[in-house]
């Protein structure tokens, strides 16, 4: 089997309502659609969604680097998907939405060839996914209005967004918990927004609210304050934005810094690289959990297929398609509330239609 051609096209999806993080508002996305064609005839897709304060790059970077590898992979054949990383990380240390997207259309591939559906291509059995939704950082009523809004609808796991002055993020939090009662799951993402002392004072007060993990309460680069917060309090930490690519993984490891990696494809690359961080983790008894950026459903089923074939992938952060809706991208997975259910058709399981 050879690729034969690579397409780009550019989608643009927006929130019903923007969403407040630490450090911006959010009210959509552009991602890039990768449509990969083999001389079987069995198409691949893929999806790189840019975030520049996250993987550093945009979509016209992405564009410019996807051009350049489609010229250096046609030819190849998409299943030797280790081959096909080694001729991307020889031509660009970075790029890793639009590494993702080739990644992500090679697997769909390879698992179509199989006659399979991804999660069973990479050893999975089970094809639920219980996944969180997020609250976006609003006033501390609006917030717990918000969370009963979606306990109403089915979710079970809230993932809140915190990272402001602590006393209001704990006012917030005391108030969310209050709304929703004792048996919502609750996780937080601080988004670096924290200091390593603010961090330790609100994380022990949040314990008190049952509160599951806290993500990245603190800047990317200060392993060593993550290793002091994790020795200073009981609940997980989870590095996000600290880990990047299965080095960042082993030195977290090495240092013990995290209880908890937030992988995501975009950030790593696919899910050839997803596998290392989530091997290296696992071996060192750090738990993974999988999150996404803004992602259409090619992206984000792709990341339920890996999550779901790996026992050690503990926690579901894959929301972003429950705020959008797109005409031409769809099925890969149906949704009751927080619980998804993968299809079984080959590969992704991703229709996309006038591409």
């Not at 079987?40 to 520049?52: R, W």
Request: charged fraction near 25%; charge should be negative.
């Amino acid at each position: 089997m050879k690729i034969i051609d690579i397409k780009f096209e550019k989608a643009t999806f927006k929130f019903n309502k923007p969403m407040k993080i630490a450090f911006m508002v959010i009210e959509g996305f552009d991602t890039l659609v990768l449509k990969m064609e083999t001389d079987e005839g069995i198409v691949g897709y893929g999806e790189a969604a840019t975030l520049p304060f996250v993987t550093g790059d945009s979509i016209d970077t992405a564009v410019a680097v996807g051009k350049q590898f489609r010229s250096a992979l046609i030819g190849q054949n998409p299943i030797l998907i280790e081959n096909i990383h080694n001729i991307m990380d020889g031509m660009y240390a970075y790029n890793t939405s639009i590494k993702a997207a080739i990644d992500i259309a090679c697997y769909d591939i390879a698992s179509k060839k199989m006659d399979m559906p991804l999660y069973k291509f990479l050893g999975g059995v089970n094809k639920t996914v219980y996944s969180d939704t997020t609250l976006g950082i609003d006033e501390p009523e609006a917030m717990a209005e918000k969370a009963v809004e979606w306990v109403q609808k089915g979710w079970s796991n809230l993932k809140v967004k915190l990272g402001q002055s602590v006393d209001l993020d704990l006012e917030r939090m005391i108030l969310i918990r209050k709304a929703v009662g004792d048996k919502i799951g609750l996780r937080i993402d601080a988004n670096q927004g924290w200091s390593v002392k603010d961090s330790i004072r609100i994380i022990n007060e949040l314990e008190k609210l049952n509160v599951e993990l806290i993500e990245q309460p603190i800047v990317y680069w200060d392993y060593d304050g993550l290793k002091e917060i994790k020795s200073m309090v009981n609940l997980p930490v989870v590095a996000d934005e600290s880990c990047h690519s299965p080095i960042d993984a082993a030195k977290l490891a090495k240092t013990k810094a995290v209880n908890g990696i937030n992988i995501k494809l975009m950030k790593c690359g696919g899910i050839f690289k997803a596998q290392k961080i989530n091997a290296i983790a696992e071996a060192n008894n750090i738990f993974c959990m999988l999150g996404c950026m803004g992602e259409s459903k090619i992206a984000n089923s792709a990341a339920m297929h890996f999550g779901i074939a790996n026992k050690n992938v503990k926690i579901f952060d894959l929301d972003i398609t429950f705020y959008t809706e797109s005409s031409w991208i769809k099925d890969g997975f149906t949704n009751e509330g927080n619980v998804c259910h993968m299809t079984d058709k080959p590969g992704l399981g991703v229709t996309v239609e006038g591409m």
